[in-house]
Structure formats: structure tokens, C-alpha cells
């Protein structure tokens, strides 16, 4: 993320991990050949996707991995689709996060 | 051959050479400082552009980088006030910056517009050799313009050769492996990579840089190298008041005579 003049642009986000201006050459290269479909979602999103996995399945997920799960509603599937998602990380880190967003 | 040879054929030892990040502190006292950097006696001139991401550079050239930003300095704007340097200043002068804001502009395109304004050369701390010998080096060749590349205490002998091979005016030798404006520490093994350096007999002359900020670190490095760059603490100097009428007083603290 960078301005005309190539100076880097401060990034946003909730986690942690994501919060930086920067994407992985590989990433890069299977947007650029259409290879891989890149998506977004908000921080309330990627929270509630969160919330919803601790309650349906007792995991924590990272808030970082929440933002996958987010757009699991957003995708329609058919009943004999495999639908792989990579937890890529556990959010014990995050509690602090989700306890204030949810005012617990 | 450029202004760089020529003034590394006419001299040899005690060279002084100044940094400091263009607009910094006020965005239009580009000129006016290498003007009087020149009249001082300095031998040549770095003039930074900044980055907002100056990974080798310790808080002061930092906090220069970004006032300087927060001033609206870009590179469009320096190759704007450098229209008139060939007709104010004589000395070599060298850009100094990192790549990314280089690859926006257009790395043929940066080059072009240096040798337009009259720079002799090029330092970008950032910027590998295998990217510049297979990707832009003939850019730098067709416009005269001279890379500057770096070799810290941890660069290897077969390293420092082949920058040796690449080089074609001088070679920058980083006093330690550190950050700009940090406390040389003078440990025997600083001592031996200035000795060791010395020993290869480089074809290409030698100048210290980071760390040298005054005249017993100056004096230091000229006995080891062709002479020195002072930075951070030209940078620090810029940050107080008068820094412009005071600069002859700077460059004498720093060499007190022409040697």
C-alpha cells in the first residue's frame, strides 16, 4: 500500500497480523494470474465469524484466521462441495479483543 | 568519468563529505545548504530524499525523513529545485535514497532526470547487487551516473571484490554494522575490519560513513580510508537555529583545517 510517490501507507486492521501495508510475493502472483480470488471483510465481520466459531465448534479462533471464517456466509455451497479452511491460528491471544468488542 | 573521478584523481586523502535529507527543515533550503555546504570546503554532497520507511537510518535521519515528507518533499519536487544546482554548486553531488520511491518514479526514468539536473552518482542502501548488475546498471551507465555500494564489517572478502569489480568512483564502507548516528563503539574488531580493508588494496578509493560525527571519528577514518561522511550529526545541526550561517563553523569543527 503506497502513495504515487512510492512512500508506504499507514495500514488498518482489528488483528495484529494483518495490519501491515505488505503482500507476499506469492499471493501477488496468484491474484495477477487470476489464480486466487482475494476478498475483504470488515472488523464486525471477521468478530462475529469469530464469536460463532467459539460457540458452534468451541475453537478460538486468531481474529486474523476470524476474517476467513467471515466470508463463509457469504459463499453459497452445494451439498456435495469440500470446503477446506485453514484455522491459522488460535485466539487466546486475542481475548482481550473479543471480550471488549463484546462487552463481556 | 564525471565530477566524482575527477576529484578522487585530484585527491586522495581527508575528503569530506556531507548528508542531509532535502527538505529538512524547510522544504525550499535545498540549494542554499549545498551552496554553502561548498563554500565551507566540503568535497562533496549526499542530498537524501526521504522515505517513509528509512530502515537504516537511526532516529534523527528518521525523524528528518519524515519532516521532511510532512513538508511535501517528493522526488518530482528535488529534481525540481535541482534545475539550477550546476549553476550554483561545482562539487560532486550524489542521491541518496531508497528504492521504492526510485521503482515508482521510474528507475530509467530517475536516472535520466539525475544526470539531467547534474548529480554524479547514486546511493540506495537498499538496492542488491544482483537486482542492479542484471536489471538496471545500464541505466546508470548511459547517463553517466555512478553507483555507490555499501560493505559493512560482515561482508565477505569475495563480496567486497566484486563490488570493487562494480564500482566506478568510490566504495562506501559502513564504520559499523549498525544504524546511522549510533556511538561507534571502537572494539578491536572494528579496528581489524578498518585494518582488513585497508590490506586488500581496493582499486577503487574508500570512504567511511555512520558514526562519523566529529573531528576525532573524522581523523579515525582518514587514517583507514580516503576520508568520510558526516550525517546524522549535519542533520542534528540543521535542527537548530541559525543553522545556515553556522554551517562553516560545523564543517571546521569537523576538519579544522584543509588538509
Same mark, same amino acid.
Given at each position: 500500500m503506497q502513495t504515487d510517490d512510492g512512500q508506504v501507507v499507514e495500514p488498518y486492521s482489528v488483528s495484529a497480523g494483518l495490519d501491515y501495508p505488505g503482500i507476499g510475493p506469492q499471493h501477488a502472483w496468484l491474484h495477477k494470474i487470476h489464480r486466487a480470488e482475494y476478498v475483504s471483510i470488515t472488523d464486525d465481520e471477521a468478530l462475529q465469524a469469530g464469536l460463532l466459531c467459539c460457540q458452534l465448534e468451541g475453537i478460538i479462533p486468531a481474529i486474523e484466521t476470524a476474517h476467513a471464517l467471515a466470508q463463509l456466509e457469504k459463499m453459497k455451497f452445494k451439498p456435495d462441495d469440500n470446503v477446506v479452511i485453514c484455522i491459522?491460528?488460535?485466539g487466546d491471544k486475542d481475548l482481550d479483543t473479543y471480550i471488549k468488542y463484546f462487552g463481556y | 568519468m564525471n565530477r566524482l573521478n575527477t576529484l578522487f584523481y585530484t585527491k586522495r586523502n581527508n575528503l569530506l563529505s556531507i548528508y542531509y535529507t532535502a527538505?529538512?527543515?524547510?522544504? #525550499?533550503t535545498t540549494l542554499d545548504i549545498a551552496e554553502a555546504l561548498e563554500k565551507a570546503g566540503v568535497d562533496f554532497l549526499e542530498i537524501g530524499f526521504p522515505y517513509? %520507511?528509512?530502515?537504516? %537510518? #537511526?532516529?534523527v535521519i528518521q525523524h528528518s525523513s519524515e519532516k521532511a515528507l510532512e513538508n511535501g518533499m517528493t522526488l518530482n519536487l528535488l529534481f525540481e529545485q535541482l534545475k539550477d544546482l550546476r549553476k550554483r554548486v561545482s562539487i560532486p553531488i550524489m542521491l541518496m535514497g531508497y528504492f521504492n520511491p526510485i521503482v515508482q518514479y521510474g528507475v530509467e526514468r530517475f536516472c535520466k532526470k539525475a544526470a539531467e539536473v547534474g548529480a554524479d552518482g547514486i546511493i540506495v542502501p537498499d538496492l542488491p547487487i544482483y537486482e542492479y548488475e542484471t536489471l538496471y546498471s545500464g541505466f546508470f551507465k548511459d547517463n553517466n551516473l555512478s553507483n555507490i555500494f555499501m560493505v559493512t564489517p560482515q561482508t565477505s572478502e569475495e563480496r567486497i571484490r566484486k563490488i570493487d569489480e562494480l564500482s566506478n568512483s568510490f566504495i562506501y564502507l559502513l564504520?559499523?554494522?549498525?544504524?546511522?548516528?549510533?556511538?561507534?563503539?571502537?572494539s578491536t574488531n572494528i579496528e581489524d575490519y578498518y585494518k582488513r580493508i585497508k590490506a586488500m588494496h581496493l582499486k577503487n578509493p574508500t570512504i567511511f560513513g555512520f558514526g562519523i560525527k566529529d573531528s576525532a571519528t573524522f581523523k579515525n577514518a582518514c587514517q583507514y580510508a580516503n576520508g568520510a561522511i558526516v550525517g546524522t550529526a549535519f542533520v542534528k545541526h540543521l535542527g537548530t537555529k541559525g543553522y545556515l550561517g553556522n554551517i562553516p563553523g560545523f564543517v571546521r569543527a569537523i576538519r579544522p583545517k584543509v588538509l
Open positions: 491459522s491460528g488460535r | 527538505g529538512y527543515p524547510e522544504i #525550499g517513509s %520507511d528509512p530502515v537504516a %537510518d #537511526g532516529p564504520a559499523s554494522s549498525t544504524i546511522t548516528g549510533a556511538n561507534l563503539q571502537m
